[in-house]
């Protein structure tokens, strides 16, 4: 270790960011404590996409194979209309084979379980709200108000999500999160026998479903559609939405649908930072996650930005300098990347949002053209978010 035992790192929010962060922080010598206001980390969510640029972040934390093995055996991925008819095709190897690994899809309380099994016994705090008291500077220390009185930290690390009250207060001039334009649905199904799946996405007017395999024989469903906020099912029951949305479109897309527990189907509507932050950090407070860059999913990238924000920060706060110079390393390492990768999925939306005739059209012609580029090409263009490299002892961290 190569970090002073007595420097101590409060992280507010278990979520991955959060999680990962102490994590990695612990793993550099820091004492580290993590606060939650839920009671219990209960296995909420559904899927989440671990890419390769997040996979080698968590080989940093030693969890790199613990997630590989949940990969289930991808093949090829197209691209559709709702009609069924293929745009575009893609090998899932080929990504493997270019970037050293797979794509793992799991579930998302799958990953919380892995950081929160590695965290020091009694770090991890439940059932508590936490507030930033002082954020303070380079001559005193960061305050944080808890159901047990003030607490003065080294450092506070806010991975306290998309309404992070932290943000708030380190820059109260920032319009916050913008409501994307659409909502999002989101289930697991048991993968059904004998039925060709269509692993990928089919792209519609203004809306798309997805289908991505799960280990242990299991799929993962995720559909958006563009809509004014708030909505909900007018009977309750998410599923039926989804069938009233989606039954149409080419099979067995509405069986898999009508597979769904109701109960186990995730609505929300999708927000984001569109404005990016002017810094990631204020005093010895540094923001990760969705509190610093919240962004829509199109990509699949949320959590693993979180995680490669965890292993950067602790990176810049491995030596015995001070604590906001860190910090501002930190942010230069990180600001950039988060905002472009964040507009890159801010694009893939705007596609998938066209929704008259002729754009709809025009755009579908356009990724047919794409899919006629050869396999290696589409590989290649994902490279800058894919082929990010965590930071070594004497370099920056590489990728966009």
Do not use: K
Request: proline share 8%; aromatic share 4%; net charge positive.
């Amino acid at each position: 270790m190569t970090q002073s035992p007595e420097r101590y790192a409060a992280v507010v929010g278990a979520g991955i960011g959060g999680l990962a962060a102490a994590l990695a922080l612990s793993r550099r010598g820091w004492r580290v404590t993590v606060h939650e206001r839920a009671a219990t980390l209960d296995p909420v969510g559904s899927g989440l996409s671990v890419a390769p640029n997040a996979l080698r972040a968590l080989d940093q934390l030693g969890l790199g194979d613990r997630i590989r093995a949940h990969a289930a055996a991808q093949g090829e991925a197209a691209l559709r209309r709702p009609s069924g008819r293929r745009l575009a095709r893609t090998s899932t190897e080929g990504f493997a084979r270019a970037y050293g690994d797979p794509i793992v899809v799991l579930h998302r309380a799958e990953l919380v379980a892995a950081l929160a099994d590695r965290l020091p016994a009694g770090a991890l705090r439940t059932g508590g709200a936490v507030h930033l008291a002082d954020p303070g500077d380079a001559h005193r220390p960061a305050v944080l108000e808890t159901p047990d009185g003030p607490l003065t930290a080294d450092l506070v690390v806010a991975a306290d999500g998309l309404r992070s009250a932290t943000r708030g207060q380190l820059f109260p001039d920032h319009p916050g999160p913008r409501y994307a334009g659409c909502t999002s649905w989101r289930t697991i199904v048991p993968r059904p026998a004998r039925t060709r799946l269509p692993r990928g996405e089919t792209w519609g007017r203004g809306a798309l479903v997805g289908t991505v395999p799960l280990a242990e024989d299991r799929l993962y469903l995720y559909a958006a559609a563009w809509t004014p906020p708030g909505g909900r099912a007018p009977d309750g029951d998410e599923r039926a939405e989804l069938l009233r949305r989606f039954g149409g479109w080419f099979a067995p897309l509405p069986t898999l649908l009508a597979a769904a527990d109701p109960a186990a189907v995730l609505r929300n509507d999708v927000w984001e930072l569109a404005d990016p932050l002017p810094a990631f950090h204020r005093g010895r407070v540094a923001l990760l996650g969705d509190a610093a860059h919240a962004m829509t999913p199109f990509q699949g990238q949320g959590a693993c930005q979180a995680v490669e924000d965890a292993v950067v920060l602790a990176h810049h706060l491995a030596g015995p300098g001070p604590v906001a110079a860190a910090l501002a390393r930190y942010g230069a390492d990180r600001l950039p990347r988060t905002t472009r990768v964040a507009a890159r999925s801010r694009q893939v939306a705007r596609l998938i949002a066209l929704r008259t005739p002729l754009a709809v059209a025009a755009r579908d012609a356009l990724l047919a053209l794409g899919g006629l580029l050869p396999d290696g090409a589409v590989v290649r263009a994902a490279a800058p978010m894919l082929d990010w490299r965590p930071p070594t002892a004497d370099g920056a961290a590489r990728g966009i």
